[in-house]
């Protein structure tokens, strides 16, 4: 009998791990879930080019590198199929549609979504950004004409929004409940520098402003939000961005380690059979010490590789578990974003440092590095218009790097 | 039979992920402008170049065999 992958999630990471299990000589049946009706697209310009309206939405599909592209890959498609539950013993997936995918290995690559803020769920003109219906259906508010936007969250996804609803002529306000935008991610200093971007463009931002609720008019249209601190503002359409959560309610009972995403080892593997890779993922990273969870572009790329490698060890029995022995999957993460005429790119990790230091450049003029310490290593690099020193220094936090020797490289020691 | 690198400028964001693959051919310098050093590099390198390839996040880099 043909031996079957089934991959739940049809966004990159899956795909990247379908064409990997393709490339490495799989030719079993390969079944790719995806809950949108849509074939693997990428999702950094759904709040960028494609919100803008310079590219539509044909320009954001995936393309596969092997010979005949998606097609050569013969995926077996289930699209606008939500997986419901997982039976690891029968090794079977269940579909919403009452379909029982049973499979030899599984790749669990469902994702993420965005977290809803209370009192938005029957609100017309109120947004969460994450897929590609979710682009389209901002895109054309924002076609109607000039407006007020209000974005809720000034993290990454929220920022990036709000340069684009500013760059297209939009009244925009940021709300941040905390005092630092990005503060725990990034440190204060570094939250402050990229907030102020904002205000150079125009755009006004409200920090430690949290949303007590909204106001709508007919329709259920929303007209106003009421702040916590009493006030209110008028809102045309309302774009927010506060996080997003892992995935993993389909797994809840399947016996399977839930804990803020589903828990691998460190090689990627999960249980037997079944490997995970992308937003949805947990893994100890031996580099960094934690337990990390990514959500980042191309974290999606390598861990949805390295995923169906490690799947196809373990389906070959070269890999026995627990498998400290397999080669662990420990990468120095990397994601950029790009606000108004400015790119901002982080790699490693930036959070728990023990020191920031600015080594280039400088915040005030838009354009610096900035470098993180945890102990006497360099964890972290944080560079805005600064991509070849960036990767520079993210070389060094790949070899472990001390602090020292990443001042000296910076000239600064 | 060779290969030659084509990057679409319109495209690149010189995000500098593939100067990290395949330094010898791909160079981002001061400017934050991305230069090819090496528009049709050996074989030894192609694997290098692949991997530029894939890891570019807006595809904006193509092998033509030839």
């Known amino acids: 009998m043909t031996a079957r992958i089934v991959v739940v999630g049809a966004s990159l990471a899956g795909l990247r791990a379908a064409e990997e299990l393709r490339a490495r000589g799989f030719d079993g049946t390969i079944t790719v879930v995806g809950d949108e009706p849509h074939r693997p697209y990428d999702r950094p310009p759904l709040s960028k080019q494609v919100l803008a309206g310079t590219w539509g939405p044909e320009r954001i599909a995936l393309a596969v590198s092997a010979d005949g592209g998606l097609d050569g890959l013969a995926l077996d498609w289930r699209l606008g199929e939500r997986a419901t539950a997982l039976d690891p013993r029968a090794r079977e997936v269940m579909l919403a549609g009452g379909e029982r995918l049973g499979y030899d290995g599984l790749v669990i690559a469902t994702g993420a979504r965005p977290r809803e803020l209370p009192g938005t769920e029957r609100l017309t003109g109120a947004y969460t950004l994450r897929t590609l219906d979710d682009c389209e259906a901002i895109r054309a508010a924002l076609d109607a004409g000039p407006g007020r936007v209000v974005v809720v969250g000034a993290g990454f996804i929220g920022s990036e929004v709000a340069a684009t609803c500013r760059t297209r002529g939009h009244e925009v306000t940021v709300l941040e409940a905390l005092p630092v935008p990005l503060g725990r991610a990034l440190g204060d200093e570094m939250g402050a520098a990229l907030g102020e971007l904002h205000l150079d463009h125009g755009v006004e931002v409200r920090l430690g402003t949290g949303v007590a609720g909204f106001e709508a008019g007919s329709g259920g249209r929303v007209e106003r939000i009421r702040l916590a601190d009493g006030n209110g503002l008028d809102a045309d359409l309302v774009v927010v961005g506060i996080g997003v959560t892992p995935n993993t309610g389909w797994l809840e009972g399947s016996g399977l380690a839930l804990d803020d995403g589903v828990v691998c080892d460190a090689s990627t593997w999960v249980a037997p059979g079944i490997v995970a890779a992308g937003d949805v993922a947990r893994w100890p990273s031996h580099r960094f010490g934690e337990l990390m969870r990514v959500e980042h572009w191309d974290n999606a790329i390598t861990m949805g590789e390295h995923a169906a490698r490690r799947l196809l060890a373990d389906l070959a029995g070269t890999a026995p578990d627990p498998v400290e022995a397999h080669e662990p999957y420990d990468p120095v993460p990397w994601f950029w974003s790009d606000q108004y005429d400015r790119k901002i790119q982080l790699a490693g990790r930036s959070s728990g440092a023990d020191e920031v230091r600015v080594v280039d450049g400088d915040p005030a003029e838009r354009r610096f590095v900035a470098l993180y310490r945890r102990g006497d290593r360099i964890t972290g690099v944080l560079a805005m218009n600064r991509p070849r020193l960036l990767m520079t220094y993210r070389g060094l936090v790949e070899r472990r790097a001390s602090w020292s020797e990443a001042l000296r490289e910076a000239g600064a020691a | ?66």
Do not use: Q, W
């Open chain 2, 1 to 66: 039979m060779g290969y030659r690198v084509v990057v679409d400028f319109d495209l690149c964001e010189s995000n500098a992920r593939c100067m990290e693959a395949a330094p010898e051919v791909f160079e981002v310098r001061d400017d934050d402008f991305l230069y090819v050093l090496d528009e049709t590099p050996p074989d030894s390198l192609r694997a290098k170049v692949d991997e530029a390839v894939r890891r570019c996040p807006k595809a904006a880099i193509s092998i033509v065999d030839e």
